[in-house]
């Protein structure tokens, strides 16, 4: 890393360089306060999914609020959250190569991890990489309940897997990791019910058919921020991977709850600062923040309390804002808030979080899992 | 950077792990030795945008080939590349606050450095920051060439910018930024001579003003890999700003000749190697590189040599393949590259280049200035 984070603790938000990723802290730990007190009445418990944040400081601060672990979607993000102290990581994803599977089964020395299979083959190479290392790894089967991405059938194929996984020395049954992804920003409340109905009644399926088999799943686990009501009162799924609920974003707010208007149980806690370079002309004004600074993925980023400014379109180094008509435009050097269309990836683009509070930078994290690493 | 980059020289292609962003080492060198050659023929020269490579490695390639210096769109890059002894930079972009204008005065003292200005208010905070660090710093204006982002308008109130930078004792006039951003990827030559031919025009009517004024313009610069073959034939235009050139992605290698075929002057040379991680079932199979490892902004990443497979969407961490009816279908832990859709915002995604030639791994190159720095 050989440039400088953008800005020091106890400066004022304004003087931050741009562009820069901001968390609203008290915002953020609204969200964690939120999740919490809304799990605990339920049987599930929160595992915090770390390919949101990447960083074992907001891990520690889920954990802190109640959190049982992290979920993770790679080898490197297991790692970096390892080397920071977090004790309980499951990759909620299934792990290809011999050296990755070596860098697993370290970690499995320094702290409790796991990670998923949905075939024999998968099987076989997380056994050798245990035998290997002298240690025993948990293995979860991915069951595909409607995402249409990895993950056995669930039901007789998703216990052939399980049987294989308990018949070996060197693994360990984990349970099931059952992620129902296109169901998380389907819109209304009935379309999601419909999609996670549909999820919870097949993981329950295989729950049962393992039990009969006497495989016990210690995790069941799935969910998002979308769904996450109706998997923690499912009575099977024990364990929720939230990720985006302690930032928010723009798609995630789109969601709208039994009375039609947008679920507002989180704040938008993530913002991308940008400054205004040039107002070249009426109705047009340009910002230092395009697609290596936001993602656009899900959407253009909103202008936070600016209902007068809208992102029109991304550069690679610009974004391009269009000023309502009659409105005030905004002047050269001004700073804006972004707020990103997709949290995810838009955390993966910088290096450190600006923690603000009351317009003041409160600290800076380091976002140590960032980037195309394995 | 807490991780390690995935290759070590030596190894096969087919041992790095994934994902990973590789160059084609022969293709990039046909690509560098392509543009050179055409160029010669021209009265421009070369200024290859580093937005693209963010590496000082590739502007030295790139140097050694003929170009006269490098790009960039931000404080941040420029510092990288002088840092690693790049001696002419350009800023092809407005630069906004006192901290970054005094970073760039800094740079004046390492290396020849410029950037661009669009009206008065930036002409009087870049000539504060060089006065206050004792040098000049350089000014182009950026004129608006039918992009519609930054710029003046072309003609007398580019001319009126031009004028404050020359009465300045601490700024030199350097010329003009004129980027037709928008017809890089208008598909047809019909289409892109004709927005081209508006930006020639408007830049040659901007010079002949700034010239009646006595203002010459060392730099008349813009241009990109879509239409470079229009300003450099253009007598006006003398620095070539094209970037993408040098790796190539899916969506320039859409853009048709006269013959409507596909322009195919340079080699696809950058491409994320990913693995297959799940072949869950029939016509379905999973890579582990998604948002997060290849940018989709133009559109979704090809598969290399690979026409029996589809890449059809990303999430975070994944890509979904559909493979062709009747295909044999790809084994889980085989290799596939990956073709960027958009190669900048792709690159930015990495810290380490995977230099390739003849199936081995030849050499790592730091991607220096990645990342959402200022």
Same mark, same amino acid.
């Given at each position: 890393?050989?440039?400088?984070?953008?800005a020091?603790?106890?400066?004022?938000?304004?003087?931050?360089?741009?562009? +820069?990723?901001?968390?609203?802290?008290?915002?953020?730990?609204?969200?964690?306060?939120?999740?919490?007190?809304?799990?605990a009445g339920?049987g599930?418990?929160?595992r915090?999914?770390?390919?949101t944040?990447?960083s074992s400081?907001?891990?520690?601060?889920?954990?802190? %609020?109640?959190?049982?672990?992290?979920?993770?979607?790679?080898?490197?993000?297991?790692?970096?959250?390892?080397?920071?102290?977090?004790q309980?990581?499951?990759?909620?994803?299934?792990?290809?190569?011999?050296?990755?599977?070596?860098?697993?089964?370290?970690?499995?020395?320094?702290?409790?991890?796991?990670?998923?299979?949905?075939?024999?083959?998968h099987?076989?190479?997380i056994e050798?990489?245990?035998?290997? +290392?002298?240690?025993?790894?948990?293995?979860?089967?991915?069951?595909?309940?409607?995402?249409?991405?990895?993950?056995?059938?669930a039901? %007789?194929d998703?216990?052939?897997v399980?049987?294989?996984?308990?018949?070996?020395?060197?693994?360990?049954f984990?349970?099931?990791?059952?992620y129902?992804?296109?169901?998380?920003?389907?819109?209304?409340?009935?379309?999601?019910?419909?999609?996670?109905?549909?999820a919870?009644?097949?993981?329950r399926?295989?729950?049962d058919?393992?039990?009969q088999?006497?495989?016990?799943?210690?995790?069941?686990?799935?969910?998002g921020?979308?769904?996450f009501?109706?998997?923690?009162?499912?009575?099977? !799924?024990?364990?929720?991977q939230?990720?985006? !609920?302690?930032?928010?974003d723009?798609? !995630?707010?789109?969601n709208?709850? +039994?009375?039609g208007k947008?679920?507002?149980?989180?704040?938008h806690?993530l913002?991308v600062?940008?400054?205004?370079?040039?107002?070249?002309?009426?109705?047009?004004?340009?910002?230092?923040?395009?697609?290596?600074?936001?993602?656009?993925?899900?959407?253009?980023?909103g202008?936070?309390?600016?209902?007068?400014?809208? !992102?029109?379109?991304?550069?690679?180094?610009?974004?391009?804002i269009?000023?309502?008509?009659?409105?005030?435009p905004?002047?050269?050097?001004?700073k804006?808030?972004l707020?990103?269309?997709?949290?995810?990836?838009?955390?993966?683009?910088?290096?450190?979080?600006?923690?603000?509070?009351?317009?003041r930078?409160?600290?800076l994290?380091?976002?140590?899992a960032?980037?195309g690493?394995?």
């Open positions: 890393m050989l440039q400088s984070p953008p020091r603790a106890g400066q004022r938000e304004d003087e931050v360089d741009t562009p +820069a990723l901001l968390i609203d802290l008290d915002a953020f730990e609204y969200n964690l306060a939120t999740m919490a007190k809304y799990l339920t599930a418990k929160l915090a999914h770390a390919k944040h990447k400081v907001v891990a520690h601060r889920q954990i802190a %609020s109640g959190a049982v672990g992290q979920c993770v979607q790679k080898v490197a993000e297991a790692e970096v959250l390892a080397w920071g102290g977090v309980n990581i499951l990759i909620s994803n299934e792990v290809v190569g011999a050296d990755k599977l070596a860098r697993v089964a370290a970690l499995a020395r320094i702290c409790t991890i796991a990670l998923c299979a949905d075939c024999a083959e099987v076989k190479a050798a990489a245990a035998r290997d +290392a002298g240690v025993i790894l948990t293995v979860l089967v991915e069951i595909d309940v409607g995402m249409n991405r990895a993950g056995v059938a039901g %007789s998703a216990v052939a399980a049987q294989l996984i308990a018949a070996s020395p060197h693994l360990r984990g349970g099931l990791q059952s129902q992804g296109r169901a998380q920003h389907l819109r209304t409340p009935a379309e999601r019910q419909e999609a996670i109905g549909a919870i009644d097949a993981t399926r295989t729950v058919m393992l039990r088999q006497g495989l016990a799943c210690a995790i069941v686990g799935g969910a921020t979308g769904t009501e109706l998997e923690s009162a499912s009575g099977v !799924y024990n364990e929720i939230a990720g985006s !609920y302690c930032f928010m723009v798609d !995630y707010a789109k709208l709850g +039994a009375d947008p679920v507002a149980m989180f704040k806690a913002f600062l940008s400054t205004i370079l040039s107002q070249p002309r009426t109705g047009i004004a340009v910002v230092d923040a395009g697609h290596k600074a936001v993602a656009i993925d899900s959407g253009m980023p202008v936070w309390q600016r209902p007068e400014l809208t !992102y029109a379109g991304a550069s690679d180094e610009h974004g391009r269009v000023i309502a008509d009659g409105a005030k905004p002047v050269i050097g001004e804006v808030r707020v990103p269309g997709h949290c995810d990836p838009t955390v993966d683009r910088f290096d450190w979080y600006v923690g603000v509070r009351n317009g930078v409160e600290c994290w380091p976002i140590g960032r980037g690493f394995s």
